[in-house]
């Protein structure tokens, strides 16, 4: 079976992209295009049945957000990580990754795919370095055996970090940076390349890498392996020179035909946000851009749900398409059920924000906020409460101090909505 993109380049489309593109109110034949250049990717590995969802992330089309979930060495419930799944798809996950690191991982990623309806991603040099006792005992093989076993599995996008090499790391090496490298599957790969004196697999041999990613038609997700872990080392030139890499391997991707999108950073202050947005879209040609967060202060703990929700904003309103959740839990623990529910809602939150100003997306998103709007207007409860967010939370507010009036406890008799709209009527009854 021919990959998405070779079809798109022929002008065909699956029956289900149909399914995708009326979802996102874009023509077919303009999706294809998208997909043909590589401005947007549909990760669906070529194992999915007709059932699955999936979804388009890049240009034109509506922001999505991706949900974090997985064991660690030190907190194994596998039952906790499938309701994790379930309550993050309730409240409007695009898509979820495992990123398991305790346990049987292979039983753990089987039993969360069973729950997962929406687009599923994998760090697959996780599990690689638990395949030997020491991760820089891992040997060339493990990097990709790992990658297609997954793809085998029907995993659909994979995070990879190709972009790190011996450039890059001599770049950091230079840099004056407080947090080094914070993101665990780039220090793997550079503590191995440091300790056997070799370049990284997965850039030495990423044509091989490709080769087994686009025979089940898996997305490459490029990692971040170089986001800054803090404010402090927002911005530096390992980062922009990791950027540069990752452009040239996009190149390479649309060439061999592999849906690729890039990750980027971190922790951005934010009048750093637009500029490192707009250079990873120029870098990559306008690879569709996944960001964790960023986040845009390091005080945050507890509720860095929120600072990472201020940086998507931002980031979406720069060119970022896809968002990668944070939970109140960040920098502190493996998170709860409810703490995968408050960083989901915060990044949908910032997503349909977005979307409000976003080109193509515009018009639906605002569409929403009309209903909104006019529910408020009519004090219309029920249909506010149905247009939420999280409807559940927003009735069970109201409910808390119900008001004697038909408005809310806010203001009561008083409330100006009300007011200003019966005098309203009542002018517009004269004049007619
Ligand atoms: S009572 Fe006040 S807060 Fe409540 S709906 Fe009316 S104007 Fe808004």
Redesign the pocket.
Known sequence: MECLIEMARKGFAPDWLKEVAEFEGIELNKLLKLISRGEVVVPRNILRNEDFKAKAIGKLVSTKINVNIGTSMDYINVNEEIEKAIVAQKYGADAIMDLSTGGNLTLIRKKIMEVVEVPFGTVPIYEAARSCKRVVDMDEDDFFKVVEKQAKEGVDFMTIHAGVNWITVERLKKSKRLLGVVSRGGAIIIGWMMHNGLENPYYKDFDYLLEILKEYDVTISLGDAFRPGCIHDASDRAKYMEFIVLGELVEKCRQEGVQAMVEGPGHVPLDEIETSVKAMKYVTKNAPLYLLGPLVTDIAAGYDHIASAIGAAIAGMAGADFICYVTPSEHLALPTVEDVKEGVIAAKIAAHAIDLVKKGQKDKARKVDFEMSLA?KN?DWKNQFKLSIDPEKAERIWKKRR?TSE??S???D?????IVKEALEREWKKIA
């Open positions: 408020r004090l008001s408005a809310c806010m203001c009561g008083l409330c100006a909505i009300k």
